[in-house]
């Protein structure tokens, strides 16, 4: 049986509505983090003290569960000593971490992806051979967010009585940069413009209904968990 799926417009959003948007928002994307720490006592210190607060513990607490001494666990979470291996293993056990946990923030690599205009990777999926174009144009795998994100440049050409139908795990956001298209997604029609976005549910049936002005181009953001499969 499909999934039911449901659509919130943004612009016309009700007064019980606004708290769960409001929640999802939280987040401020221009908010910096602190710095990378370049000290390995300081950045094991900040992830003990880290973790440790957020179990709600006090040092106090931590010290019992590990046997290591209150003045020593304020001389590692200040950064003040290098703490032996047996020592952080006994921390790790304790905190419910793995022992590398506490040095993430030592040297830590962002990765970043640069594709030059007309330069993304292009690729074959359903759809290629009814003049459908896919070029990726970026992909990190194994990140720090634990989600895949793919970006695609999708570019419809030629037109036809037949189009692909997707349906996979994750959520898709697409947004219109040329053209006409009437794209489904489960039992709704939407006519998309340029300047129009679409941001839905990808476990629901989707993709192009009817070409309405050729040629089209729209971007294609799919994302889901980086521990499952990547989409076909």
Do not use: P
């Given at each position: 049986m499909a999934k039911k799926t449901a659509e919130i417009d943004i612009g016309r959003t009700t007064d019980d509505e606004r708290p769960a948007l409001?929640?999802?928002f939280s987040q401020d994307p221009h908010a910096l983090r602190e710095p990378k720490e370049n000290n390995l006592e300081i950045a094991i210190g900040h992830e003990v003290r880290a973790f440790r607060k957020k179990l709600g513990i006090t040092?106090?607490?931590l010290a019992t569960a590990t046997g290591i001494s209150l003045g020593?666990?304020?001389k590692i979470e200040n950064g003040n000593i290098s703490p032996s291996l047996t020592t952080l293993q006994s921390l790790s056990r304790a905190l419910g971490v793995p022992v590398t946990?506490?040095?993430?923030?030592y040297e830590e690599v962002r990765n970043a992806v640069f594709v030059k205009a007309g330069e993304g990777v292009e690729l074959e999926r359903r759809g290629?051979?009814?003049?459908h174009q896919y070029n990726l144009l970026g992909?990190?795998?194994?990140?720090?967010?634990?989600?895949?994100v793919e970006p695609y440049l999708i570019t419809l050409t030629a037109d036809s009585d037949t189009f692909p139908a997707f349906q996979h795990e994750g959520m898709e956001f697409l947004y219109m940069?040329?053209?006409?298209?009437?794209?489904?997604?489960g039992d709704r029609l939407f006519t998309m413009q340029p300047g129009d976005s679409l941001f839905f549910d990808?476990?629901?049936r989707h993709g192009p209904e009817e070409l309405v002005k050729l040629p089209i181009r729209y971007l294609s953001i799919i994302s889901y968990p980086q521990t499952r499969g990547a989409i076909s």
């Open positions: 409001k929640a999802a040092v106090t607490d020593m666990l304020s946990a506490f040095f993430r923030r290629t051979r009814a003049g992909h990190i795998d194994n990140n720090t967010a634990g989600v895949i940069l040329e053209g006409e298209v009437v794209y489904r997604h990808a476990d629901a």
